[in-house]
Structure formats: C-alpha cells, structure tokens
C-alpha cells in the first residue's frame, strides 16, 4: 500500500503523559499537513512542512505540541503533558508540492484517549 | 478569512433514494471547494473538486455537486444511494499554501 500511513492507530493515555505520533506520508509528496479532529467537528488544520521546513503553526498548537519532519519523509507530532482536551483523531495529510491536483491524501489518523 | 457552513448535521435517507448535502461557503476571492467522506475509523477520502470551469463537478461512487457562485453554495447530491454510502461527508475550502478549511461535517445514515 502506498497510501499515508499513521502510527499507532490508537494511543490510551494518562493525563500528564507524553505522547508521539507518527506519519508516513506518500514517498514523492513533499507537503505534510497535520490536523485535529475532535468528536462531531471537522478537522482542523494544526501545522504543515515543506520537506523538513516547518513553514505555519496554527494557533491551536500550543507549546505543549512539537512537530518535526527530520529527514523530509516521515513527520511525527509531539504532545507533552496530554490534557483531557487533547482527546482527538489526529489525521495526517500529504500532498506534491507542485502541480495542479491540490488533492491532500489523507491517513487514517490516530486517536488520542487521555484519562 | 474563507469558510464553509455545512447546514444539515445530519441526513437520514432510504435506500435507492436520492441525497443532497448542503454546504455554503464565504470567500471574497476565487474559490477552491472540496468535498470528503470518512468511513468510521477511516480517514478522509475524496469524493470531488472544484476548481474552476464547469460548475456541475463529477465524483467517485456516483456524487455529483454544483458550484453557484450567486448562492455561495457547492452541494453534493447523489441520486440513488447505498447502503455503503453510511458516512460522514464533509466540504472544505482551500487556503493559503493549500491548507484545508473544514466544515462540521453531515452524516449520512442509509437504511434499507
């Protein structure tokens, strides 16, 4: 399958805890977008890289949130001390930089359950 | 700043009968409009697009939607539905740098 694939596919937490997600986006796409969705929403967009370059941060990224795309192919999201509001799928997204499709392929997301 | 308003958050529908989702956008500028299902526990997956050019847009599994740019509206219809099509359906908008605006999201429950 060469589709974006998301790690783990569920993550059950302690509030306080440090959680890691990670993304593999498709191997020639150089966009990687990161999202929130929480129950009953839309997802919202959280931040993106143009290969390693983290280029915007949504306001919803608190510093409790780090992202990091090292080598400019895999991305992992970063949340230190969860919060219950944490709680939600976060979906991966990736797309080429170039090129009229503006289709983002999307990963069938991680969702965060803090206690 | 662009946005989309999906206004039914939920759509019961019989099978073989037709659907329409609406979604209204709002942007001053030229617009790029999309529509998504999700599957539970699945991700996003897309059905359409509109760019520019003709305003009635084709889709996968037999969706159809219609730009009107004096409505400000892009809604999804499909004229026959299926079982299968029991998901959430959500219209997005472009930003910059091809970032995705979503809407809350309608889902589309299908009973025989």
């Known amino acids: 399958d060469t589709g974006v694939s998301q790690n783990p596919r569920h993550k059950i937490t302690k509030r306080g805890q440090n959680v890691t997600f990670r993304c593999d986006p498709i191997?020639?796409?150089?966009?990687l977008y990161w999202y929130r969705q929480t129950l009953g929403q839309g997802p919202e967009f959280l931040t993106y890289?143009?290969?390693?370059?983290?280029?915007?941060k949504s306001r919803l990224l608190s510093d409790r949130f780090s992202a990091e795309r090292p080598k400019g192919s895999f991305s992992t999201l970063e949340i230190q001390r969860t919060e219950q509001g944490d709680s939600a799928m976060y979906l991966c997204?990736?797309?080429?930089?170039?090129?009229?499709?503006?289709?983002?392929?999307f990963g069938p997301g991680t969702r965060l359950t803090v206690l | 700043a662009q946005s989309v308003t999906q206004l039914d958050s939920q759509v019961p529908v019989f099978e073989e009968a037709p659907v329409e989702l609406r979604c209204n956008y709002s942007?001053?500028?030229?617009?790029?409009l999309f529509w998504y299902v999700q599957y539970p526990n699945q991700g996003l997956q897309l059905l359409l697009k509109?760019?520019?050019?003709?305003?009635l847009v084709k889709g996968i599994n037999g969706f159809e939607a219609e730009f009107n740019k004096s409505q400000t509206s892009f809604h999804l219809r499909k004229p026959s539905v299926h079982i299968s099509d029991t998901a959430e359906y959500f219209c997005?908008?472009?930003?910059?740098?091809?970032?995705?605006?979503f809407g809350a999201g309608t889902t589309v429950t299908v009973r025989a």
């Open positions: 997204a990736s797309r080429e930089s170039s090129g009229g499709l503006y289709e983002q392929f």
């Open positions: 191997s020639e796409h150089n966009r």
């Open positions: 890289f143009q290969n390693e370059a983290q280029l915007e």
């Open positions: 942007s001053s500028v030229s617009v790029y």
């Open positions: 509109y760019l520019s050019g003709s305003t």
């Open positions: 997005a908008v472009r930003l910059s740098d091809y970032k995705l605006s």
